[in-house]
């Protein structure tokens, strides 16, 4: 439930929120669900995601994933090229922030590659762990080069699942995000 806070503009109600919400309960975990990157049709062009990333990395998400908008126009251009410069500025400025995460996308054969993963873990306070998983919808607009790269959900989706059950630790909860839309 949303507290009314002392603090002007969206980013900042944000913050407070988030630092409220994880201050009464430190099982509170932060996801971004996509298109955060790319922001509105005029915040990003203006400040080429200068503004976004700096905002993004000073949220501390525990998870982020990526949807159809970032993969398309200009961020997406150079096969992801740029696309994998914002993240590894904002995990530059970041070092705790993870990898975005898509389940149903193989980006090796991109700039992209090393730069997505399949799934994070996140370990809350007392050891609890939560695996997080991102499929990406919307794939039909997307350019062909794109499209080539996404995987079969279902399959995807088992075969990171097996992986994730293979560890010596397995996660203890689950999380599968889906991104749809804008």
Not at 114 to 130: C, E, I, M, P, Y
Request: glycine content about 10%; charged content about 20%; hydrophobic content about 45%.
């Amino acid at each position: 439930r949303a507290e009314p806070c002392e603090c002007y503009g969206g980013a900042a109600r944000r913050q407070s929120f988030v630092g409220a919400a994880r201050a009464r309960d430190s099982q509170t975990l932060l996801i971004d669900t996509g298109a955060y990157a790319v922001g509105s049709g005029l915040f990003f062009p203006t400040f080429g995601g200068n503004a976004s990333r700096a905002l993004f990395g000073a949220a501390r998400y525990d998870a982020w994933t990526l949807a159809y908008r970032e993969l398309q126009g200009s961020f997406a251009g150079e096969k992801g090229a740029k696309l994998a410069r914002y993240v590894a500025r904002a995990r530059a400025e970041n070092p705790s922030l993870p990898l975005p995460v898509v389940t149903n996308m193989d980006f090796s054969r991109t700039a992209l590659a090393g730069s997505v993963a399949r799934h994070t873990l996140v370990t809350l306070d007392g050891g609890w762990r939560v695996a997080v998983l991102a499929l990406l919808g919307d794939t039909q607009f997307l350019s062909s080069f794109w499209r080539a790269c996404e995987l079969d959900a279902s399959a995807a989706l088992a075969t990171t699942l097996a992986d994730l059950a293979r560890l010596s630790e397995p996660p203890d909860a689950i999380i599968c995000l889906a991104a749809q839309g804008n």
